[in-house]
């Protein structure tokens, strides 16, 4: 069980990085033109891509896995559609960011009610899913907006986000540590366990002291 909430919880804590990372540039970056919001973005794009494919085949049951696949793919196709845009302006920039965002956060929102996700990844897929939404309709709804004012936009939501998915990661392990260490048996349980061969007592010491 361990296992599982560690897989997701390094996924987590990684993509928190990632995005805390991106908007760090996003924000400090002075002057950024629309061509460098594109290769930011798309750079973001892949990584969390892969990201999201090693969280889904991490995963031991088929809802996560077809979530964060399909999450990987939105990414990757973002990513692709940024670069591959012939003379990308500030405002095909703010669809395409846009659109990202919308079905992103649609598909965490449905990606949370699957079975087989933990309950801390569950939070997080609906906030996370809700914030991205959100962001991609203040975008929809100014669509004039410059490269500065998008460049700060996305440098604090990833900032945001970043911090609350390094926070769930970090919980998620604690949480997977505590119910590993309440399965497990205590080793004076294990030993009263094994079975037993007649020489020796229930707490492993045995019954007549060896003579030589």
């Known amino acids: 069980m361990f296992k599982s909430f560690k897989s997701s919880s390094t996924s987590l804590i990684w993509q928190g990085v990632l995005a805390i990372i991106v908007g760090i540039i996003a924000l400090s970056w002075p002057r950024v033109t629309v061509f460098a919001l594109v290769i930011l973005f798309a750079v973001y794009a892949f990584m969390a891509a892969g990201l999201e494919a090693m969280q889904a085949f991490s995963s031991r049951k088929a809802g996560p896995v077809f979530g964060h ?9 973002a990513g692709v559609v940024a670069l591959a845009w012939p003379g990308p302006t500030a405002l095909v920039l703010v669809l395409v960011i846009g659109i990202w965002a919308v079905l992103d956060g649609l598909v965490m929102i449905v990606a949370a009610f699957q079975k087989g996700e933990p309950a801390g990844t569950r939070a997080l897929f609906i906030l996370s899913g809700l914030a991205l939404v959100a962001f991609g309709v203040v975008l929809f709804t100014h669509p004039g907006i410059g490269a500065v004012t998008i460049a700060l936009l996305f440098g604090l939501f990833n900032l945001v986000l970043g911090i609350s998915e390094i926070a769930t ?3 998620l392990r604690r949480t997977g540590k505590t ?7 205590p080793d004076v349980v294990q ?4 079975p037993s061969d007649g020489t020796r007592k ?6 007549h002291p060896v003579t030589n």
């Open 191 to 194: 030993k009263m366990m094994q």
């Open 202 to 207: 229930p707490d492993g010491t045995p019954k």
């Open 169 to 171: 990661g970090t919980e």
């Open 69 to 77: 696949l399909l999450l990987s793919l939105i990414a990757l196709a």
């Open 179 to 185: 119910l590993d260490s309440m399965i497990q048996p």
